[in-house]
C-alpha cells in the first residue's frame, strides 16, 4: 500500500519559515540578478504536472519538480528548502488530492498563480472495480453484463487500493491516465500560462495546441487499439487506472488494501482467480515505481502472466519511453497483449 506520510499543519509553517528564512538570501537575489535568464519560474508538484509545464512552457520557463524521478509522489516528504522554493515560484502548477505535504504547503506559499489541475476537468469516484465506457452509469451497466459480482467485490474492496483517492468525497485524481482528460488539464494551463506571463501568450497557446493534437492522436490510437478483444478486464496491483478502464470500455479489477510489499490474502487470491477465469483475464500488471512481488505471487498462484503497466507518476530509468507519450504507448502494447486485441 502505497502509505502517505502526512505532515501536520504545524510542521508545515514551521518549514515554510525555515524555508524562506534559507532561501531568502540567495533566492531573492537571483531572481533579481535574473538568474533564470528571465524565464518564468515553475514549480510543479510531480511527472504529470512537470511535463505539461515543460511542453507547454517552452522555452520560456525554467521548471522545478517537487517529486524527484523514482520517488512514489503519495510519499513525498518536503525539505525546508522544497517549501521555501514554492513561495519563491512565479507559478505552480499541481494535483490536489496526490500529495497532502504539497496541498499544505502550497495553500501557505502566498503565491499568486497557482493552478490545481483537478480545477480544470472533471473528477470522479473509482472503487477497485472500474468500468465503463462514457462516464456515468453505463460503468455499473458494463460490470453487470459481465457477470461481477461487483457491489459486493466494490464495497469489500474499494477502501485501500493503495491510496486515500482524494479526500473529498474519495475522488479519484488519476486524471492524467485519460489522454481526453489530460488534453482538458493542458488546455487550462496554456490558459493559465498566458494570463501569468501575457508577453509570451502566442507561443503558449501555439505550444498547447500542438500538445493537445498529441494527446488527441493518443486517445485514437487507445480507442481503435482496444476496440475488439478477447477480454475487458486486467488485473492490477496500483489502482489507478480508472479514468483509463471507463475512457475505453474497460474493467480494472485492483489488488486493493494490499501493500505492494506484503503477500495477498488467500480470500483475494481466490477473489482474483475466479474473476480472471470468468473474464479470460490473462495478466497481473504492476507498476515501474513499485515492487512487482504481489503481482509475482499472485500470478504464481492463480496462473496468469505479469506485465507492466505504468501509473506515469515519474519517468525513471525503468520506464519503457521517455516521456509520457512513450510510456502511454507502452501501456497500450501492454495492454493490447494482454486483453488479446484482435
Known amino acids: 500500500m502505497n502509505v502517505r506520510r502526512l505532515i501536520p499543519a504545524t510542521a508545515v509553517a514551521g518549514a515554510v519559515a525555515l524555508g524562506l528564512t534559507a532561501l531568502s538570501a540567495c533566492s531573492t537575489s537571483d531572481a533579481a540578478d535574473g538568474g ?12 504529470p504536472m512537470q511535463f505539461l509545464a515543460e ?55 502566498g503565491v499568486k498563480n497557482t493552478v490545481d489541475a483537478a480545477t480544470l476537468t472533471t473528477l470522479e469516484n473509482h472503487g477497485s472495480e472500474v ?42 485524481p488519476h486524471i492524467w491516465l485519460d489522454p481526453v482528460k489530460y488534453a482538458e ?13 501575457p508577453d509570451h ?22 480507442e481503435s487499439g482496444l476496440k475488439n478483444t478477447a477480454t475487458k478486464t486486467f488485473i492490477t496491483t496500483h489502482s489507478a487506472f480508472g479514468y483509463l478502464a471507463e475512457r475505453y470500455g474497460l474493467t480494472q479489477q485492483g489488488i486493493a488494501g494490499i501493500d505492494p510489499e506484503a503477500e495477498p490474502s488467500p480470500a483475494r487470491i481466490q477473489e482474483i482467480h475466479t474473476i480472471a477465469e470468468k473474464e479470460k ?23 496468469l502472466k505479469t506485465g507492466v503497466l505504468d501509473p506515469l507518476e515519474g519517468i525513471t530509468g525503468k520506464s519503457r519511453g521517455a516521456d509520457y507519450i512513450e510510456v502511454m504507448e507502452s501501456n497500450l502494447t501492454a495492454l493490447q497483449k494482454a486483453l488479446g486485441a484482435k
Open 201 to 222: 501568450a502566442a507561443d503558449y497557446e501555439k505550444n498547447t495546441e500542438t500538445l493537445v493534437a498529441e494527446l488527441d492522436k493518443l486517445n485514437t490510437a487507445y
Open 55 to 109: 511542453r507547454i512552457g517552452g522555452e520560456h520557463v525554467a521548471v522545478t519538480s517537487l517529486t524527484k524521478p523514482g520517488v512514489e509522489p503519495h510519499d513525498l516528504e518536503l525539505t525546508p528548502r522544497q517549501i521555501g522554493s514554492i513561495s519563491e515560484s512565479d507559478y505552480v502548477l499541481y494535483l490536489k488530492g496526490i500529495q497532502p505535504a504539497v496541498d499544505d504547503a502550497i495553500k501557505q506559499s
Open 36 to 47: 533564470d535568464g528571465g524565464k518564468l519560474k515553475v514549480t510543479a508538484s510531480f511527472y
Open 281 to 303: 483475464a490473462t495478466t497481473v500488471f504492476f507498476e515501474t515505481l513499485a515492487s512487482d512481488r504481489t503481482a509475482k505471487t499472485l500470478a504464481k498462484d492463480t496462473g
Open 185 to 197: 488539464v493542458a488546455k487550462g494551463v496554456g490558459k493559465s500560462l498566458e494570463k501569468a506571463d
Open 131 to 172: 468500468s465503463g465506457h462514457d462516464h456515468g452509469h453505463e460503468g455499473e451497466e458494463h460490470a453487470d453484463e459481465h457477470g461481477h459480482e461487483g457491489e459486493e467485490a466494490h464495497e469489500e474492496h474499494s477502501e485501500g487500493d493503495g491510496h486515500n483517492h482524494g479526500e473529498e468525497g474519495g475522488a479519484d
